[in-house]
């Protein structure tokens, strides 16, 4: 894919992160001065809480940052491809039934549109994670990502929480015979090709059993874990 990888993508970021830095640090600026006008005005110090403050100063510092860099390596990714990012997320907002976060998918989706997976293949992706997040005691948005790192990477291994059991040995050399191939000749792209068609395939088998294996606690605080993560941003 010309040569374009996820990490290139994030090694653009750098001035992007300087000037985050700066304006944290002028923040912090503004902060101490408007402590101080506190302290003044109501006689009360804010020392025994200035620690409490750097923790969640330096926690929202780092969720910022994660946030850019994965916005900025989607956006860079989408754009390369040629790829409707905007389109892509608004179908994943639809089957994830809004309970997805998407500044906490847009790494993961990189990465696999890197191994050439297609946006209509994520959104189904999405649609998976959102009727399994219960079975593994996760967020839509953490399976999603399990899910499509596993896929990406060939490790099936991951998808057993999510009850997706393959034999990726079995599951590869399928795939070569129905492209006239052999395993050996399969790239990386092929290979995440065959984990995906297996792993939907296998979905579809279960989905008369298992129905929509979606908990109705996991829903709510999957909607409660992303109402904090838009309430912090």
């Known amino acids: 894919m010309a040569g374009v990888s996820v990490g290139q993508l994030q090694a653009t970021l750098e001035l992007e992160t300087r000037e985050f830095k700066r304006g944290t640090a002028e923040a912090g600026v503004a902060l101490k001065a408007l402590q101080r006008t506190f302290e003044v005005f109501t006689g009360i110090s804010l020392a025994n809480i200035a620690g409490s403050l750097l923790r969640i100063g330096q926690e929202a510092y780092r969720a910022g940052l994660q946030a850019m860099i994965a916005e900025r390596a989607f956006e860079g990714m989408t754009r390369t491809l040629n790829v409707n990012g905007q389109a892509m997320l608004a179908q994943?907002?639809?089957?994830?039934?809004?309970?997805?976060?998407?500044?906490?998918?847009?790494l993961a989706s990189a990465r696999a549109l890197q191994q050439s997976l297609r946006p209509d293949q994520l959104v189904a992706v999405m649609d998976l994670a959102t009727q399994r997040a219960g079975l593994a005691g996760k967020t839509v948005s953490q399976a999603y990502n399990d899910i499509a790192d596993a896929i990406a990477q060939g490790n099936v291994r991951a998808l057993k929480q999510f009850q997706i059991v393959l034999d990726v040995d079995r599951v590869f050399k399928e795939h070569a015979a129905r492209l006239g191939t052999v395993v050996e000749a399969l790239t990386d792209v092929g290979r995440a090709q065959a984990?995906?068609?297996?792993?939907m395939q296998r979905a579809a088998e279960q989905a008369p059993v298992m129905g929509a294996a979606i908990?109705?606690?996991?829903v709510r605080i999957a909607r409660n874990q992303k109402r904090l993560n838009d309430f912090q941003v």
């Not at 089957?95 to 997805?100: E, K, M, N, P």
């Not at 908990?215 to 996991?218: M, P």
């Open 92 to 106: 994943m907002r639809r089957v994830s039934r809004g309970l997805a976060d998407e500044s906490d998918i847009m």
């Open 195 to 199: 984990v995906l068609e297996a792993t």
């Open 215 to 218: 908990d109705d606690a996991t």
